[in-house]
């Protein structure tokens, strides 16, 4: 059964205090993992998508890394405007859907 | 811009009083979704039209029904909104099982 299982489930840091969220994931046959961020009573905003093993991709303070097994979505030296709920999916490996992870809620003090 | 547009982005209906959420894209996007977000949780999928083709999640009570007129358009109809109907819906695009494009969602208050 396709499945994406995210860790922590709430993050609080510091402003300037690096960390990374994780996804881990479980279908049959990988066709992209994809990475959301999402703000309080919005749609989730595209970020990345992530295609193969050792793929890296970046966007302003993130950086997203892609194992056989994994994707850890690193933020460093975060802002306070880095405060979301960060989503991670995939697509499901028997129809044309995509599996999230029930998310990472992400709070930098400042 | 190309985007996903939904109308209203606040609905307030009474309990039992069918609604109609709407959702446009300019993407031009041959796939698209609807979901529905609680508090807290991840998007649920409701159903998706690829394409023609209607596709039903199985546990989307029949209380919930869509209609695509057309590649731009889509609707989300609930028959008869109870107080647990209460929530966001998002309306997301793909072309195929590329990555998915969201609209700003629409928060549906059942009184």
């Known amino acids: 059964e396709d499945q994406v299982t995210q860790s922590p489930e709430a993050l609080r840091l510091q402003e300037g205090e690096s960390s990374s969220l994780n996804c881990s994931y479980t279908v049959s046959g990988l066709r992209g993992l994809f990475w959301y961020r999402q703000d309080p009573g919005k749609g989730p905003e595209f970020l990345f998508t992530l295609y193969s093993a050792g793929e890296e991709k970046e966007k302003e303070r993130l950086k997203a890394t892609l194992t056989k097994k994994e994707s850890f979505l690193h933020i460093t030296a975060p802002k306070p405007e880095d405060s979301a709920t960060y989503l991670c999916a995939v697509p499901s490996s028997s129809a044309s859907k995509i599996i999230f992870g029930s998310g990472t809620r992400l709070s930098i003090r400042p | 811009d190309a985007m996903v547009i939904q109308n209203p982005r606040y609905q307030v209906t009474q309990f039992g009083k069918p609604v109609t959420l709407s959702c446009s894209q300019t993407l031009n996007h041959n796939v698209m979704y609807w979901y529905q977000q609680k508090s807290s949780q991840a998007p649920k999928l409701l159903f998706h039209?690829?394409?023609?083709?209607?596709?039903n999640e199985a546990d989307t009570p029949d209380n919930f029904q869509s209609r695509r007129p057309n590649t731009s358009f889509c609707f989300l109809d609930i028959r008869s909104p109870g107080l647990g109907d209460a929530a966001m819906y998002l309306c997301a695009t793909s072309r195929g099982s590329y990555e998915q494009y969201f609209g700003p969602g629409t928060r549906l208050t059942v009184t």
């Open positions: 039209y690829y394409d023609k083709d209607f596709n």
